[in-house]
Structure formats: C-alpha cells, structure tokens
C-alpha cells in the first residue's frame, strides 16, 4: 500500500496568473456560445414578422407588457452596474464593500428571474397564440434561464468571499472579472430584448 502511494503523481498547482486567463478565456467563450443561443430567436422574430402568413404574426395586435418587460431590463442593467462598481471596490482593496455590493448585484439579477416568471402570470397570450407569441415566450424563458445561471456562478463568488471573512476577498480579481463580463453582455442582450420585444 505505501508503495503505491510513493508512486502517486504529485501535480503542481497551476500558477494563479494561468488559471485567471483561463477564466477569462472561458468567458470570452461563454458569450459567443450564448450569442448563438439567441441568433435563432432573432432569426425567427424577423422571418416570421416578414412573412406575416395569414395574419398570424401579431393576431389581434399582440404585445408584451411594456412595465414588466421595462423592469425585468432595469434589474439586468442595475446588477451589471452594482457587480461594476463591486469590481472597483475590490480593486481599491476594500474588501467589505466588494462583498455587500456583490451581493446587491446577485439580488437584484434574482428579482429580474423572479419579475420575469411574474410576467408570465400576467400575459394573457401563451406560445400557441401566433408566431410573436411563441418568439416572445421562448426568448423571454431562454433570457431567464440564462440569468438565473449567471446568478448561480455569481452566487459561487459572493460566498466565497464571504466564507473568508475579511483574510482575503476569497474570489480573484479574475473571477470576479469574467463574471462581471458575461453579466454585462447579458444586460446589453436585456436591452435588446426590450427593443424587439416590447417596443416595436
């Protein structure tokens, strides 16, 4: 038995610079593959708006629900910004304020999770009601799982950081970097749902 254990491998840890680009990589990734998620829905919005067969794009002038498609965007656009101002925190070495601010910004991308599964309640149309019906529907869920994902990765950051206490911000500048970044690209993809979705 103490012979196999002298044989084992002992693997060095990678150096923290590696595995920070590595993360980065990772999100640069991540948002191409997301952006591919989404091109078939936009494809879909402006095919069948074109095409408009038998009247059936828009049957009786459908349309989301500007209030709730307006809050759902605010809350992306403001977790974004409070992670952003997260970030500058952590940089200036305030550590504490890095942590409530994270946590604001986790919040805030649950309520947006939370408003858009209220919306549904309040429709009045579903995804067999015509072709903007069923583009709205699954471009809209797409978005909230997508959130909520991005949530779950920053909730993995925000509790490290408050494991650690105040010894280190328990999170790399570069997790922290990668995660704030695929967030933005989502609240820029919020406000671009808004545009096509609620307002045209």
Known sequence: M?????SHPVLDPEPPALQERNVWVGAR???????????PLVFGYL????????GLWRPGDLKGPIGWGLAIMLALLFSAGLLAWARSELA?????RFRWYSLGALVLGLAA????????TQLGFGPTDGGFASVFVGWTGLLGVVT???????????????RNGNRSPGSSPGDVDAVFFYLAFLAIVGAFTF?????V
């Open 2 to 6: 103490s012979d196999l254990a002298e």
């Open 29 to 39: 990734l991540l948002v191409s593959s997301t952006i591919f998620l989404f091109l």
């Open 47 to 54: 095919y069948l708006a074109t095409l408009n067969t038998g």
């Open 92 to 96: 200036a070495g305030n550590d504490g």
């Open 113 to 120: 999770v939370v408003l858009q599964v209220v919306e549904y």
């Open 148 to 162: 909520l994902l991005t949530m779950v990765w920053l909730e993995t950051v925000v509790a490290s950081s408050f």
């Open 195 to 199: 545009s096509f979705l609620y307002l």
